[in-house]
């Protein structure tokens, strides 16, 4: 059994895989101080939870965008999985060519993230990952890491609104009944989440039509758009321009790593 480990800035996400088949999932709160054994009893306890024995890991795969929290995470996986972790990371085969100026600025969850997509979906692509930043990143018809945008997350925009206009509170993020506000509350929810959907469907505008320009005319509209992440499914269900909603594509993206790289 693989054990797949996705460390981000708000969440980590884990998953173990009997092969192919994704057998069980679980998002924990990121804690930047947490110490490995403390990890390692929570670790223990979740697998526990799923009638899962730790001598039934065979092997790990971690992302990481918290280096504090990978080495944490590697030993973690010694001491309570008994296993030397594959890292992402410079030198681990990925199977995506990354043309970025400076490939080792793109995060690990990014190029996993394409690594997945060019297996399960292919290219030309663009991945909307909605995480504590909302990610867009383009894949070309060959499967190749063309670059992408980086905006902040919903959740981090409406903190700062929040925090800063002293007359506005807290709402729940999702879709007022109609993007005309009559009161605060759905006039803030409009602007939070319907604003989110025009910069998601503007961005992938915007993609399309620079994929034509570097690929060829046929690129831009055979683009396949995927989001993944926490609002993925409920941003998906007020646009058109999202084809597919991939829950667990960074865990699928790990679990192809890993067999690229046995």
Known sequence: MLFTIDIGNTNVTMGAYEGERLCATWRVATVHDRMPDEYGILLAQLLAHRGIAPAAITGVAIASVVPTLTGIFRE??????????????????????????????????????????????????????????????????????????????????????????????????????????????????????????GLVEGMVARFRRELEGDAGRDAGPQMKVIATGGLAERVARETQVIQHVDTWLTLDGLRIIYEMNR
Request: with cysteine.
């Open 76 to 197: 973690v996986s010694r001491a309570y999985l008994n296993q030397e972790s594959l890292v992402v990371d410079t030198g681990v085969k990925t199977g995506v060519r990354i043309r970025y100026e400076n490939p080792r600025e793109v995060g690990a969850d990014r190029v996993v993230d394409c690594a997945a997509v060019k297996v399960k979906y292919g290219g030309p692509a663009c991945v909307v990952d909605f995480g504590t930043a909302t990610t867009f990143d383009a894949i070309t018809a060959d499967g190749d890491y063309l670059g992408g945008a980086i905006a902040p997350g919903i959740g981090i925009a409406a903190e700062a609104l929040f925090s800063r206009a002293s007359k506005l509170y807290r709402v729940e993020i999702a879709p007022p009944a109609k993007a005309i506000g009559t009161n605060t509350a759905m006039a803030m929810q409009s602007g939070i989440f319907y604003g989110y959907v």
